[in-house]
């Protein structure tokens, strides 16, 4: 039996055709599982009972279960789920006025081994499958009352370009038209740079958000062991490489730990490093945890760094820390897995 979730919808048309099933039929389903929250083909009224009972014997509907619910001060929530194994899989939905982000994981622990991120602590588990990946939204959106997701990030537990074929695919999946319809523009894809699965990417089908942290080699390097393998000329020449992209651009994001990486001269070797490219540059104080020994700059050298950004005309946001109460934020998934883990 095919899991509905791990397939696109061509591929569903595919499917269908090949046991003589119309095609509309299967757009039909589609509408009833993404857009109706319907996933169960008895209740799919349009079609016969003949094709509901066909049907039944092709697909199941396989979500991952949700175990628990933590709800942080600031109204965002994180949901633990347990995979088709049992492993343990973390997302955060965050509502604000007017838009609603759902934080998504790709992979259970990661390989990156970042040395300010609580998940790289966990090492590599396993990825996660396309269902596990559209499953985190189906299984959320009974819980979201009134708010809808108009932003999905990949910026969970994984690299998600070292699952790249599934995101891939979930993407598609999460973007579809006749499904739930997520826009291309509000999707993000967050990554430390792994270049040859970026150019898998089609720029035009998301958001890029390239984890840069560093302004120089030997800084990044220490940070994330992965820039001996693409270093920071690869990710800058690669994004100069994709040429015009009309109003859209990639963001650089930059987690500030304090007398790390948060200098003035720091400032001024990252505005030059990003000369002339196209870009939006994201700092992302450091959240704090158990696992780590880093400590997030005062506000008012995160303040000084922006401004001296601002001032060379590069677009610097701070991001706001969201859900750190509940080790919701970027960077703290995965306490829980660790937790469950220790010998
Ligand atoms: N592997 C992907 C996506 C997951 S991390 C990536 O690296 O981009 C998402 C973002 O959170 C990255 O920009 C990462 O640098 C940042 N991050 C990781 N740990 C953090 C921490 N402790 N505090 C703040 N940001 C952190």
Redesign the pocket.
Known sequence: MTNFFDITLKELESIMENRGIKPYHARQVYKWVYQMDTADFDRMTNLSKDLRTTLKSMFLFGLPRINETIASKDGSVKFLFSGHDGRLIESVFMPEDGRSTLCLSTQVG?K?S?A??VTGRIGFVRDLAVSEIVGQVMAIKPHMGENRITNVV???M???LDNVDNVLKAIEIMEEPLGLKISHRRLTI???GLVDSLRLVDPKKAQL?I?L?AATGPVRTRLMPINRVYPLQDLVAYVKGLGDMGRRRVTF?Y?MLKEINDSLEDARLLAELLKGVRCKINL?P??E?PY?SFQSPDDASIKRFQSYLIDRHFTAIVRDSRATDIGG????LGMRYLEDHRQ
């Open positions: 990661c990156m970042c300010f991120c990949l910026m969970g994984g690299e998600p967050s990554t430390v958000a984890s942290n994001e987690v992302i450091y959240n945890s780590g934020g970027c960077g703290q």
